[in-house]
């Protein structure tokens, strides 16, 4: 076996972007029908629509940074009624994805929290890094700095942007975000609030399914020996490897086919996660990691610490959050709910709100409620 060479990165100071130096790269006016078409199996469940113009989405680049400080241009997307009156902002960060063609600038209407836009809200989702403008990039999988800083930058270049537009966003914003989607919606609100928070003022936040808690997700994992969701395994390497800046070859930590194929089937961006699932081929973990190498000190103890740097387990929120997970989840297990409620409740904050229902990761009663919520909301 190759010797392993492992580093932290200097992680830098992080400030804010640059954000007049964004640009909306395309704008498009999109009915609102067909925004209403793809709830259409959902729309016994959902309030109509309020909007009765066009939804424009405004596709824009902006700069942001690295996991280790690098300067760069990243790539989102702005869902809002053409007509430029907004009921409120949202902070929508997207669910994981692995193919580049699901990122919200290549596909607008890949976040279901967009949807909002029909309600009157400004809907503000970034690609993050390693999709859209940044695809040739590893993508920092589950880091909450890099994850919390191009959410953060994207919102402040937005209101450059729409400032310049003569549309009023106000400094309030309410954050949305499910599976992935949900710890980058904490890691905002971790930012914002301890950082920004003169200038943004988180009002709530919906986050549904979310690994809030790595270490304790590959915790459960580990006393398994199989995953229903193998490349989940790979792209959580290799994202919080990059994140935190740990240099190893990963051929030596992958095993059977993904050992020879891991740069083609995660980091091409060509394929889903389904695709990938599929061509791993195996759920057994054995048969998709070298257990030898992960169970290693030398690598084993800098991955853990990683794990453990993106825990959102701790940080209590200021603001009121609605929290939903399916009991029965394979993806992301609940325990992870259940670990940052407990976070919360040794804090004594009462803010919160948590929902569990039947099921596994792919539901949309978790956007049912966010929608029905703020739909009928006339106070946000």
Do not use: C
Request: net charge negative; glycine share 6%.
């Amino acid at each position: 076996m190759k010797r392993f060479l492992f580093a932290i990165a200097a992680m830098g100071i992080l400030t804010t972007a640059a954000a007049q130096n964004a640009s909306v790269v395309e704008s498009r006016d999109i009915p609102v029908s067909q925004y209403a078409a793809r709830m259409a199996p959902l729309k016994d469940y959902l309030p109509p629509t309020t909007v009765t113009g066009d939804i424009r989405v405004d596709i824009i680049n902006y700069p942001t940074q690295t996991p280790n400080g690098s300067q760069i241009i990243a790539s989102g997307i702005v869902t809002y009624p053409a007509d430029g009156i907004l009921k409120g902002v949202v902070v929508a960060p997207h669910a994981t994805i692995l193919n580049d063609s699901d990122a919200p600038s290549n596909n607008v209407f890949s976040n279901e929290a967009s949807q909002l836009a029909t309600y009157g809200y400004m809907v503000v989702t970034p690609d993050y890094i390693g999709y859209g403008a940044t695809a040739n990039l590893p993508h920092p999988y589950l880091d909450v700095e890099n994850t919390g800083r191009v959410t953060v930058d994207m919102l402040f270049a937005v209101r450059e942007l729409m400032n310049a537009k003569g549309v009023e966003t106000g400094d309030s914003v309410i954050v949305v975000g499910y599976s992935q989607g949900a710890a980058a919606a904490l890691a905002f609100d971790k930012m914002a609030e301890e950082r920004y928070d003169d200038e943004i003022k988180v009002k709530r936040t919906f986050v549904g399914g979310g690994p809030y808690d790595p270490l304790l997700t590959f915790g459960i994992l580990s006393k398994s020996t199989h995953t229903e969701h193998p490349s989940l395994i790979p792209l959580s390497i290799l994202g919080v490897g990059y994140g935190a800046g740990i240099k190893a070859d990963p051929a030596d930590v992958f095993v059977g086919k993904l050992k020879d194929n891991y740069k083609d089937w995660i980091l091409s961006k060509k394929y889903t996660l389904e695709q990938v699932d599929s061509l791993i081929g195996t759920k057994e973990i054995s048969q998709i990691v070298d257990m030898n190498v992960i169970n290693s000190s030398e690598f084993s103890d800098l991955f853990a610490k990683a794990l453990a740097a993106n825990s959102l387990v701790g940080w209590v929120p200021k603001a009121p959050i609605y929290m939903f997970h399916a009991q029965d989840d394979t993806y992301v297990p609940i325990e992870n709910s259940i670990a940052l409620i407990e976070s919360f409740k040794k804090s004594n904050f009462t803010s919160y709100t948590f929902k569990t229902a039947p099921g596994d990761h792919i539901t949309p009663l978790f956007i049912i409620d966010v929608i029905n919520i703020l739909a009928r909301d006339s106070s946000e």
